[in-house]
T-cell receptor, first 112, second 114 residues
Framework: NAGVTQTPKFRILKIGQSMTLQCAQDMNHNYMYWYRQDPGMGLKLIYYSVGAGITDKGEVPNGYNVSRSTTEDFPLRLELAAPSQTSVYFCASRAGTGAEQYFGPGTRLTVT | AQKITQTQPGMFVQEKEAVTLDCTYDTSDPSYGLFWYKQPSSGEMIFLIY??????QNATEGRYSLNFQKARKSANLVISASQLGDSAMYFC???????????FGAGTTVTVRA
């Protein structure tokens, strides 16, 4: 199993550009999450999904959108990039049973 | 209000000694859980240990143990016999309810000295 994969690893965006951060998991997990980590800080939840077709907002959803058309994929969309979205983005997944969330390696995004 | 508070921004520990990382939490949900994650300089998030609010015994995983004091709302991580590879940032996190959305503390940096 590859676990949770994220692409790209690094990206530099100009203000106002759009992009999609990709996240995929091959563990057949129902639950998937997007977090962001600002420098020197803990992670904050952006969006999450409890299954295909179901998504909900987390603590910091503004400026982002998500979709969950399949169990495996949970892309995060930035429509109009702003410098405040410079961060490291982590995707995670969890089975319906068990507590552990499995994290991807992260995407480092810089908006200039 | 902060749901998770980690008051120690940085700690130094001698190799082979034990270190305790503090974590206090705030919730009114009777069903919750506390996690500890390790983040080395390479950036990945590594799950260490989990304690559910209804668990009767403190969680242990190898050299990691969680000192869960429910009345005090604290969930301190104890790392025994520290190794150089334990140098990292450590995050305490809490889930509330069944969706397992996590709230993270600001983290504690641990540096192990030879």
């Amino acid at each position: 199993n590859a676990g949770v994969t994220q692409t790209p690893k690094f990206r530099i965006l100009k203000i106002g550009q759009s992009m999609t951060l990709q996240c995929a998991q091959d563990m057949n997990h129902n639950y998937m999450y997007w977090y962001r980590q600002d420098p020197g800080m803990g992670l904050k939840l952006i969006y999450y999904s409890v299954g295909a077709g179901i998504t909900d907002k987390g603590e910091v959803p503004n400026g982002y959108n998500v979709s969950r058309s399949t169990t495996e994929d949970f892309p995060l969309r930035l429509e109009l990039a702003a410098p405040s979205q410079t961060s490291v983005y982590f995707c995670a997944s969890r089975a319906g049973t068990g507590a552990e969330q499995y994290f991807g390696p992260g995407t480092r995004l810089t908006v200039t | 209000a902060q749901k998770i508070t980690q008051t120690q921004p940085g700690m130094f520990v001698q190799e082979k000694e034990a270190v305790t990382l503090d974590c206090t939490y705030d919730t009114s949900d009777p069903s919750y859980g506390l996690f500890w994650y390790k983040q080395p300089s390479s950036g990945e998030m590594i799950f260490l240990i989990y304690q559910g609010s209804y668990d009767q015994q403190n969680a242990t995983e190898g050299r990691y143990s969680l000192n869960f004091q429910k009345a005090r709302k604290s969930a301190n991580l104890v790392i025994s016999a520290s190794q150089l590879g334990d140098s990292a940032m450590y995050f305490c996190a809490m889930r509330e309810g069944d969706d397992y959305k996590l709230s993270f503390g600001a983290g504690t940096t641990v540096t192990v000295r030879a």
